[in-house]
């Protein structure tokens, strides 16, 4: 069963701290992704990376990082907090070349609460 | 800039209507994907539409892609109470990577 896994469900954080949210595939996919979802918007690509310290900026980078020291493992972090990155963050992996027909398989999400 | 849109964004229906959600996009692509996301949840793969023409069913519903028109539709035939759920088109970018969403169509189904 293919499995991307993010570390917590649920956070809050306080408002100029800096947050890490993990997330680790198990399905040895080259790419992955971090997704925001806020309600009116869908869901919004913030970075993505194709290989291992490898990143590209998505739609709305700003105010977000990221780190991908391993292939398994993708960081999303939010450098210093503030109430407008309150929202749900999805994390996805696929393989290569989504033009080639694969679809990203989700993370069960995250809910960050930036109080 | 890649465009998906979706309509409608809104959708109450009644237990055995049938009804059809539709994706427009504005790049040449011949590949779309559908989801599914239950409230509380993550995003679950519905559809991988790959060539123009292409037609897939899974119960009762159904996908097609007319990659010359841009637009994908999602048909429901039928509809349950469990196909309630947020349903969400995407299209990969110009990297070939990512997926760019519409912004989801929330369907009810109704006694």
């Known amino acids: 069963d293919v499995k991307v896994t993010q570390s917590s469900r649920y956070l809050v954080k306080r408002t100029g701290e800096k947050v890490f949210l993990e997330c680790v595939q198990d399905?040895?996919?080259?790419?992955m992704f971090w997704y925001r979802q806020d309600p009116g918007l869908g869901l919004r690509l913030i970075y993505f990376?194709?290989?291992?310290?490898?990143?590209e900026k998505g739609d709305i980078p700003e105010g977000y990082s990221v780190s991908r020291e391993k292939k398994e493992r993708f960081s999303l972090i939010l450098e210093s907090a503030s109430t407008n990155q309150t929202s749900m963050y999805l994390c996805?992996?696929?393989?290569?070349?989504?033009?080639?027909?694969?679809?990203?398989?989700f993370g069960q999400g995250t809910r960050l609460t930036v109080v | 800039e890649l465009k998906v849109e979706q309509n409608p964004l809104f959708l109450s229906m009644q237990e055995g209507k049938n009804y059809t959600i539709y994706c427009n996009y504005s790049?040449?692509?011949?590949?779309l994907y559908w989801y599914r996301q239950d409230p509380g949840k993550s995003l679950e793969s519905l559809f991988v539409?790959?060539?123009?023409?292409a037609v897939k069913q899974e119960g009762r519903l159904m996908a097609s892609l007319d990659t010359k028109a841009r637009l994908s539709t999602l048909h429901i035939t039928a509809a349950v109470h469990d196909l309630s759920a947020t349903y969400f088109c995407?299209?990969?970018?110009?990297?070939?990577?990512?997926?760019?969403f519409g912004k989801g169509t929330s369907l009810l189904v109704t006694p």
């Open positions: 996805a992996s696929s393989s290569p070349s989504l033009s080639g027909g694969t679809e990203a398989f």
């Open positions: 399905m040895d996919h080259e790419n």
């Open positions: 990376s194709y290989d291992v310290k490898m990143k």
């Open positions: 790049t040449t692509s011949d590949r």
């Open positions: 539409l790959l060539s123009n023409g």
């Open positions: 995407a299209v990969a970018g110009a990297s070939g990577y990512a997926l760019n």
